[in-house]
């Protein structure tokens, strides 16, 4: 008999196992499921008039290879709020079975628990906001509870659970499933635990794209573990939990040249909070400050009167006064909402106008997501599909003094030109969307010798798209990129950037011509992109309007 047999409700276990039959195939008449023959009349949306598959197999198997499991043992679900429902509903039979938790924690656990008719058995984190594994164990073991969630960093305060405690509790309590929630684990620096939940038989680990991935309003997550524990799961999930756009939102943001993005946003949040925390913790009513996740939890002297200022200011934040007294949990925003948050504080900084963009851009020949920061110069990270094109963006960016996070998805099956194209086009669009209303900037040219090559690109952030490009090659390619491609790429940078560029490279060596010209647009691009320093948001033109 297999754990979850042993655990689960007997009614549940009473009941047929689901058949998950999965998308019928392509060109099947459909005349069994009562849907409407007609494509719904939503645009961009034809194929609603149909059920989603109940377990899209494609989105199960992407986020099973984003947790390093097998697809059986994970269970796709309405938000991570979902699985915990569905962990109660298969396990807690009312007033008999109870539901163990570490307050304060997210209120969830304890709601579903009382909706299903379950005990609660609160355990608590240190006088410090600590966890302790012993003293859990402690006030947990004699209810043997039927789950116990364990929050890792916990919400809302921040508190990390280390990996080795919940095995050391998971191996304690074999009667007792213990879930962790890792909702915020891609904020933290403890390793996921998502890989051992198959092999752990009593272990259950909980992710959702609604954090990290930016899929709040998409209510996708999942549940890992033993294909046991996801068989009931199955059991007490409605007939088709998952709306079909929200199936397909979830694929797009998990699509592979999409993941860079999220790790560099994740980076940005994490900077952010840190930065957060150092001024909010010269706040002179903050008593005590805490950071986790994508989130702050802070003590304050005086919660009415923050709440009336940040009422005023028209800022929403969490008041958690029964985690502890003043608690309020702050979620990081972007650099303008830290800002408006930090004035409520009396700790008003000058906000500089971020210069910064990111843009998506899928077509049936590419995907392509890119994000640019032109007053970092760091992180540049390019993977474009094309090894000699990914060294030559590398160099724009470097010597233009920019970060530059770009992934491309192209159909290099076919041929490099569509990717080469629309990465520059896409360049071009960052380019011009982070510079905004160019205020402050200079309009540069540069020329650079490389051994025998001369080349020389002046630009021009005019507005007007025009470029001229004079040289040529004597190699077709050079490395996988196309010698042709290379006045292409400043035509479509010039059309797309809204700029005047014109190249020019002479010498013998087509590597070297290649690679003069990105160089030097680079360079001349970090002297037309550059604020001129003196604080005044001037704009480098006598008409007033670039
Ligand atoms: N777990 C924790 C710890 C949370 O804070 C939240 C949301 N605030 C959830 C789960 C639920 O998230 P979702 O249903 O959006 O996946």
């Not at 704009?539 to 309007?545: M, Q």
């Amino acid at each position: 008999m297999s754990l979850a047999e042993r655990l689960a409700r007997p009614e549940i276990l009473a009941l047929p196992p689901v058949d998950i039959a999965g998308a019928p195939l392509a060109g099947t008449i459909r005349l069994d499921a009562n849907e409407n023959p007609f494509g719904s009349l939503v645009a961009g949306q034809p194929a609603i008039n149909r059920y989603p598959d109940p377990q899209p197999t494609e989105l199960r198997r992407r986020l099973a290879d984003l947790h390093g499991v097998a697809p059986g043992s994970l269970w796709v679900t309405r938000g991570s709020d979902d699985a915990i429902d569905l962990l109660v509903r298969a396990f807690c039979r009312a007033v008999e079975d109870s539901v163990a938790l570490v307050e304060p924690t997210f209120a969830a656990y304890a709601q579903f628990a009382r909706i299903q008719g379950a005990g609660v058995v609160a355990a608590r984190l240190t006088d410090d906001l600590a966890f302790d594994a012993d003293a859990v164990l402690a006030t947990v073991a004699p209810a043997r509870p039927k789950l116990l969630f364990l929050c890792t960093p916990n919400n809302p305060t921040g508190t990390p659970v280390d990996p080795a405690d919940v095995r050391r509790i998971a191996a304690a309590l074999p009667d007792t499933i213990v879930v962790a929630d890792e909702a915020y684990g891609e904020f933290s620096d403890a390793p996921s635990l998502a890989a051992e939940a198959g092999l752990i038989a009593n272990l259950v680990v909980l992710r959702t794209l609604s954090k990290a991935y930016g899929l709040a309003g998409a209510r996708i997550g999942c549940a890992v573990a033993d294909p046991s524990i996801i068989e009931l799961l199955a059991r007490v999930s409605p007939p088709y939990p998952l709306p079909g756009p929200s199936i397909a939102a979830a694929l797009g943001a998990l699509s592979p040249e999409r993941m860079p993005i999220h790790a560099e946003r994740v980076a940005r949040i994490l900077a952010d909070r840190g930065r957060l925390a150092e001024r909010l913790g010269e706040a002179a009513q903050v008593k005590r400050l805490r950071a986790g996740g994508n989130f702050l939890f802070l003590e304050v002297d005086d919660p009415d009167d923050l709440s009336r200022r940040l009422a005023a200011a028209a800022i929403r934040v969490r008041f958690r006064p029964k985690a502890a007294p003043g608690g309020v949990r702050i979620t990081i925003g972007t650099e303008a909402e830290n800002a408006a948050l930090l004035a409520v504080f009396g700790l008003g900084e000058e906000a500089r106008p971020a210069r910064r963009a990111e843009i998506v851009r899928d077509t049936n020949e590419t995907r392509i997501a890119l994000a640019i920061d032109l007053d970092r110069a760091e992180p540049r990270r390019i993977s474009s599909g094309i090894p000699f094109y990914d060294h030559m963006l590398d160099q724009v960016a470097a010597h233009g003094g920019f970060s530059l996070v770009l992934a491309c998805q192209g159909d290099l099956a076919t041929d490099s030109h569509h990717s080469v194209e629309d990465i520059a086009i896409v360049l071009g669009q960052g380019l011009k969307t982070a510079l905004g209303d160019k205020a402050g900037i200079g309009r540069f040219g540069f020329a650079l010798p490389m051994d025998e090559t001369r080349a020389e690109v002046l630009i021009d952030l005019s507005g007007r798209p025009f470029a001229k490009f004079e040289g040529g090659f004597a190699t077709a390619s050079v490395g996988d990129l196309p010698t042709e491609m290379v006045p292409h790429i400043f035509r479509s940078l010039a059309d797309s950037l809204g700029a005047a560029i014109h190249v020019r490279v002479d010498g013998d060596n087509d590597h070297h011509k290649v690679e003069g010209c990105f160089k030097a647009f680079g360079r001349a691009l970090r002297g037309a992109i550059a604020l001129d320093g003196s604080g005044e948001r001037s704009l480098p033109s006598t008409k007033g309007v670039l």
